[in-house]
């Protein structure tokens, strides 16, 4: 198969490399000729573990290539997918689908020979419609099919999730743009991963339904962690104890200081509107926004109540920065509300994170950054866990008790054991921990 890739963001370069290293040509497209320019010289605009490699060993073999000119790939494609950005659109929560739209008009005006046009960027049910309208506009005589194909991957794990699915979401009613999607995801059909042909108005509402469903899950569970707290219960234990029941599975129930990213905040706000325009308001989904929002910013007060109630003057080491760990990326993360509310109770506060300082420069350039996590904690009043990064699980404890001015710490991803915290000698609050 012959695939074009409009968009080098996370998801059109994870999917694009993927692609390739299935067999299948590929040419990944991008306006920004920065962007392109880097990925010629093999430099990745995101970070991924395992991307650098995919994309340098499908490079060498032919069948990965980065242009600026959609012209000629979209010509030669069997199969073109949008992966644009569709950011919230500023002021009203909705997605912003100009970037959709302006690629879709492109792409009209190269077709040749039947071409399937897919949406994987994350779009609003009835996107699909209005791609397909604009392609007829601009060009009437396009053989054309145009389909949906949302992605379901986390940065992270996103080539683990890419190349063992849980299972593969196609929209489309059109039999021959079935036997062309069968084809580009063959390989992973050979792996077992189940392919669910949908029309193309429910595959867009699948992904937003499932971002949700997972959002609501991790807002339920801490909730429930807050429940825990106050009447002596340990949350990491209920967790167990309800995902043994396969009804509602082990998944997706670590509780935390509320989930953040480009995902789950963005899509669960645009669904609520979509779902407002529609009159059929979502309440359960628009609760799961407000507590989550509400919790971000309760965290610096759980901060404040461990270190004795007052952090005005005190210091507050942060390990973690990142909205989860095996990425870089800050966006929606927990840690600013929490530093922003860190710095406005007059604390002072020093962050170390193994791959989101520069990035977190940018959203938080009023505090300073360690150069490892004992240095982070060097002088602290009180250290904070933020995100959960391996290396964080393997400290040396004890070196960094020696660091602190006083052994507190708050850990928001219930990384370490409290009994273990006790007998060296730390004050150690994490979440849901009551018991
Ligand atoms: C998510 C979806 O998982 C993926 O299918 C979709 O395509 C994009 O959005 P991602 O945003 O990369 O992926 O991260 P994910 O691992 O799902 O975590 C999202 C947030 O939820 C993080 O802030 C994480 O810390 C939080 N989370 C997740 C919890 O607090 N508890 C959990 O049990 C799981």
Redesign the pocket.
């Given at each position: 198969m012959r695939i074009t890739m409009i968009g080098t963001g996370y998801v059109g370069l994870v999917s694009g490399a993927c692609l390739a290293d299935f067999g299948h040509r590929v040419t990944c497209v991008d306006t920004d000729a920065g962007k392109i320019a880097a990925l010629h010289r093999g430099e990745m605009p995101i970070y991924e573990p395992g991307l650098e490699q995919l994309v340098e060993t499908s490079v060498k073999a032919g069948r990965l290539d980065f242009q600026t000119d959609l012209s000629g790939p979209v010509a030669e494609a069997d199969a073109v997918f949008i992966a644009v950005g569709t950011p919230s659109r500023r002021g009203d929560g909705h997605a912003d689908l100009s970037y959709v739209y302006a690629a879709a008009r492109e792409i009209a005006a190269a077709l040749k020979g039947f071409t399937v046009v897919v949406t994987k960027s994350?779009v609003p049910v009835g996107t699909g419609d209005e791609v397909e309208r604009i392609i007829r506009e601009v060009n009437p005589s396009a053989d054309v099919a145009v389909a949906s194909n949302?992605?379901?991957?986390?940065?992270?794990?996103?080539i683990r999730?890419f190349k063992h699915p849980d299972r593969i979401v196609v929209g489309t009613s059109e039999e021959r743009a079935r036997k062309v999607m069968g084809e580009v995801y063959r390989p992973l059909y050979l792996n077992q991963a189940p392919i669910l042909y949908t029309e193309r108005r429910t595959a867009e509402l699948i992904?937003y339904a499932?971002?949700a469903f997972?959002?609501t899950?991790?807002t339920f569970?801490?909730e429930i962690a807050d429940l825990a707290e106050k009447v002596g219960a340990d949350v990491q234990e209920v967790a167990r104890g309800i995902g043994l029941d396969n009804r509602i599975g082990p998944?997706?129930?670590?509780?935390?200081?509320?989930?953040?990213?480009?995902?789950?905040p963005k899509?669960t706000r645009a669904l609520v509107k979509t779902a407002l325009d529609h009159d059929v308001p979502l309440r359960i989904v628009e609760a799961v926004l407000a507590v989550n929002d509400n919790r971000k910013r309760a965290m610096a007060r759980k901060v404040a109540a461990a270190a004795g109630g007052n952090l005005r003057g005190k210091t507050v080491a942060v390990l973690g920065l990142t909205?989860?760990p095996e990425?870089d990326?800050m966006r929606?993360?927990?840690s600013i509300p929490l530093v922003t509310g860190l710095l406005d109770l007059g604390a002072r506060v020093r962050a170390y994170d193994p791959a989101g300082m520069e990035p977190a420069k940018h959203d938080l350039p009023n505090i300073g950054y360690a150069t490892d996590p004992y240095d982070c904690a060097h002088g602290a009043d009180v250290l904070v866990i933020v995100?959960?990064w391996v290396q964080f699980r393997a400290l040396d404890l004890a070196r960094l008790k020696n660091e602190m001015a006083h052994p507190v710490i708050v850990d928001l991803?219930n990384i370490y054991r409290r009994d273990e915290m006790a007998a060296l000698g730390f004050t150690y609050e994490s979440i849901g921990r009551g018991a």
């Open positions: 994350t949302p992605e379901f991957l986390r940065e992270g794990a996103a999730d992904k499932a971002n997972l959002a899950k991790i569970i801490n998944k997706f129930l670590n509780a935390g200081p509320g989930f953040g990213g480009s995902c789950f899509d909205f989860k990425t990326d929606e993360a927990p995100t959960e991803r």
